[in-house]
């Protein structure tokens, strides 16, 4: 009997003796996290002016696409904007286009483009006018169809 006590006793402090050798941790992470975020109008509109009754001095037809940072009501976007502007044939045409912007930008003609990229700040309202050359193949009136893109992105202030 005191053998089996004392065997009883050895492997209590045996078992003792392994647990303590094995530590485990608990961790805890107390965060305080705040997010703040400020909803503003971003605006960037574009318009078309009369598009076929322009014609270049190099006797193209043109029209104009004007991008503006404010709408219809005067509000001003409250987000600086990059953009720009691309151009391509619908359905069936086969017209060729380039730009020219008031710095003198431009491209060759081509069936698509997109114009370099152009900035709008918040602090008061601008806008761009492109110009924007048709060429056709023939030299009779002809149905053009073409999409307009404006891509604008909110860039940091």
Not at 5 to 34: C, G, N, P, Q, W
């Amino acid at each position: 009997m005191k053998k089996r006590i004392l065997l009883l006793i050895l492997a209590t402090l045996f078992l003792i003796f392994i647990s303590v050798r094995e530590t485990y941790s608990e961790y805890k992470k107390d965060m305080d996290v705040k997010i703040n975020s400020t909803a503003a109008d971003f605006i960037c509109d574009a318009e078309i002016d009369n598009p076929g009754t322009y014609i270049s001095n190099e006797g193209w037809a043109y029209f104009k696409v004007i991008i503006k940072n404010y709408d219809n009501n005067d509000n001003i976007t409250k987000v600086p904007v990059q953009y720009n502007l691309s151009i391509s044939n619908q359905l069936d045409s086969k017209a060729l286009y380039r730009y020219l912007d008031a710095s003198g930008n431009s491209n060759n003609f081509v069936d698509t483009f997109t114009t370099r990229n152009y900035t709008f700040s918040t602090d008061a309202k601008q806008s761009q006018v492109i110009n924007v050359e048709v060429k056709t193949d023939s030299m009779t009136s002809e149905n053009v169809d073409f999409k307009v893109d404006l891509n604008c992105y909110q860039i940091s202030k």
